[in-house]
């Protein structure tokens, strides 16, 4: 599934690239998760200003409103010049002055959403109850997420996927963080010392701009990728490595279910 730091990769591969563009029509596929709540070919003609993200939407700003794009499970954005004719799984194509930009999602949980602006809806109620960005500066404020987790019984991991505190600590980013900070993924969120916290807010922010560093770094083959979905993962160091001995302690390492998604932790470290 795209997480935060895959969408924030597919933001840089054209935002710059699209800025300015004219929009020229647009050719629906399949139904999405949601509809696009408006007349399709009404953007013609608008101009492109500008590409933002917000939790794991893309925000491309036009004239007059706001598209909004989610790769849901398995989608994927390519932006070129020319593309071929749509395949089975590409259902939206906005072609502009300066090339299309086609949503390919063979599982069709992504979409492309309409909204006047980013505070109308329906962009209110998707974008409603996101956590503040990780990495935009001086949002995510270590003693905030501290008492924001005094409040919360859950265990850790489940309060930092719910992404109400913070958005786009995934799954796998989940277990690395709390794995780079020493925390047992299981402990309550409550019980955190404003010191573990801190730890855990410097681990959260160093694992995505990794991971969005390791994705900027393959940003040429990512933009130049014709349907290949272009999705990386940090070198996990306890992700799906169940059984295999900790990278620290030489410990094996042990994998939970907690509501329903697998955590993988050192249970030494
Ligand atoms: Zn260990």
Redesign the pocket.
């Given at each position: 599934m795209p997480e935060l730091p895959e969408v924030e990769v597919t933001r840089r591969s054209f935002a710059d690239r699209v800025r300015g563009a004219r929009v020229l029509g647009v050719r629906l596929g399949k139904p999405l998760r949601w509809p696009l709540g408006r007349d399709a070919q009404g953007l013609t003609g608008r101009t492109v200003h500008d590409v933002r993200r917000r939790g794991k939407y893309l925000l491309l700003h036009l004239d007059d409103g706001v598209l909004l794009l989610h790769l849901g499970m398995s989608g994927s954005l390519n932006f070129q010049r020319e593309l071929p004719p749509p395949g089975p799984h590409d259902h939206f194509d906005l072609l502009t002055t300066q090339g299309t930009l086609r949503l390919h999602d063979p599982r069709r949980f992504g979409a492309a959403v309409w909204a006047p602006a980013p505070d109308q809806q329906p962009a209110l109620r998707l974008l409603a109850g996101l956590g503040v960005e990780p990495l935009e500066e001086g949002q995510f404020d270590a003693g905030e997420f501290h008492r924001q987790l005094k409040a919360r019984r859950a265990p850790i991991k489940q309060v930092l996927l719910a992404g109400d505190v913070v958005v786009g600590v995934g799954n796998i980013y989940a277990s690395e963080a709390l794995f780079l900070a020493g925390i047992r993924p299981t402990v309550r969120a409550s019980r955190l010392s404003r010191l573990r916290a801190d730890r855990l807010h410097a681990a959260i922010r160093e694992v995505l701009a990794r991971a969005v560093e390791r994705g900027g770094s393959t940003l040429r083959d990512f933009s130049s990728a014709t349907g290949e979905s272009g999705h990386f993962q940090l070198e996990a160091a306890v992700y799906g490595r169940a059984g295999q001995p900790?990278?620290?302690?030489?410990?094996p390492?042990k994998q939970i279910r907690q509501g329903q998604r697998s955590t993988f932790f050192?249970?030494?470290?």
């Amino acid at each position: 599934m795209p997480e935060l730091p895959e969408v924030e990769v597919t933001r840089r591969s054209f935002a710059d690239r699209v800025r300015g563009a004219r929009v020229l029509g647009v050719r629906l596929g399949k139904p999405l998760r949601w509809p696009l709540g408006r007349d399709a070919q009404g953007l013609t003609g608008r101009t492109v200003h500008d590409v933002r993200r917000r939790g794991k939407y893309l925000l491309l700003h036009l004239d007059d409103g706001v598209l909004l794009l989610h790769l849901g499970m398995s989608g994927s954005l390519n932006f070129q010049r020319e593309l071929p004719p749509p395949g089975p799984h590409d259902h939206f194509d906005l072609l502009t002055t300066q090339g299309t930009l086609r949503l390919h999602d063979p599982r069709r949980f992504g979409a492309a959403v309409w909204a006047p602006a980013p505070d109308q809806q329906p962009a209110l109620r998707l974008l409603a109850g996101l956590g503040v960005e990780p990495l935009e500066e001086g949002q995510f404020d270590a003693g905030e997420f501290h008492r924001q987790l005094k409040a919360r019984r859950a265990p850790i991991k489940q309060v930092l996927l719910a992404g109400d505190v913070v958005v786009g600590v995934g799954n796998i980013y989940a277990s690395e963080a709390l794995f780079l900070a020493g925390i047992r993924p299981t402990v309550r969120a409550s019980r955190l010392s404003r010191l573990r916290a801190d730890r855990l807010h410097a681990a959260i922010r160093e694992v995505l701009a990794r991971a969005v560093e390791r994705g900027g770094s393959t940003l040429r083959d990512f933009s130049s990728a014709t349907g290949e979905s272009g999705h990386f993962q940090l070198e996990a160091a306890v992700y799906g490595r169940a059984g295999q001995p900790c990278v620290r302690c030489a410990t094996p390492l042990k994998q939970i279910r907690q509501g329903q998604r697998s955590t993988f932790f050192c249970p030494v470290c």
